[in-house]
């Protein structure tokens, strides 16, 4: 697949089936995931591969509770209509989890210090992304979970940041389609 076709056609996924994901697309998607950028190439992540059922339904419970505090907090009303059916479908779920202490220079800079390793793992999220839609596959950022609790599920350390979890799987029908900006009116030319 071209890039530029990977880049603009990628969608997130949010209907799954339940069917297995090869073992060979997995490390693919890690692979290209190991490629992204990072300060200093300090490559600040780590990932979780879940494919076991039973802490799927409690990443689900948490995502549930979570949602429901987001709403009492927020008063929004589109998270009450926001469905995590998702999470009882898709098969793999990888943690990606950065490591705070590998930021680079940023530690030492007075504004946005110690976020280089949070660049770094959306960059390698997003590598997963795109790697996942060129081999066909549906994909998700999902990021409705209090820390802790990914913490306590899957046994990540305080030394380790939850970042996301990626939600990976065959989708089940084609995704939504979600506008854009123009560049134009996003950019300045200087
Ligand atoms: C940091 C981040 C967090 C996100 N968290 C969620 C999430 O928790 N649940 C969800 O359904 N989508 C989540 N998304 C996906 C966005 O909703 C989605 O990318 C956006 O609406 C644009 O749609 P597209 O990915 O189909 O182009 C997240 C995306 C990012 C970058």
Not at 52 to 63: C, D, F, Q, T
Not at 95 to 107: C, M, Q, T, Y
Request: contains cysteine; positive net charge; charged residues 25%.
């Amino acid at each position: 697949m071209e890039l530029f076709d990977a880049v603009l056609n990628r969608r997130s996924c949010r209907k799954f089936l339940a069917r297995p994901i090869r073992e060979e697309d997995i490390s693919r998607i890690l692979e290209a995931a190991s490629w992204a950028p990072s300060p200093a190439n300090n490559q600040p992540w780590e990932f979780i591969v879940v494919r076991s059922p039973h802490l799927r339904e409690r990443i689900l419970a948490a995502a549930e509770s979570c949602r429901k505090r987001l709403s009492e907090r927020s008063g929004w009303k589109w998270i009450d209509r926001y469905s995590l059916e998702f999470l009882k479908e898709v098969p793999v779920l990888i943690a990606v989890s950065g490591i705070p202490e590998k930021s680079g220079a940023d530690l030492f800079l007075e504004e946005g210090a110690g976020l280089g390793y949070q660049q770094a793992c959306a960059a390698a999220i997003q590598n997963m992304l795109l790697a996942a839609h060129d081999l066909g596959l549906g994909t998700l950022w999902f990021s409705l979970f209090e820390k802790k609790d990914l913490r306590e599920i899957l046994g990540i350390g305080a030394d380790r940041d939850p970042i996301a979890l990626v939600c990976l799987g065959v989708p089940s029908g084609p995704p939504m389609k979600t506008p854009r900006k123009s560049p134009g009116e996003k950019t300045r030319y200087l």
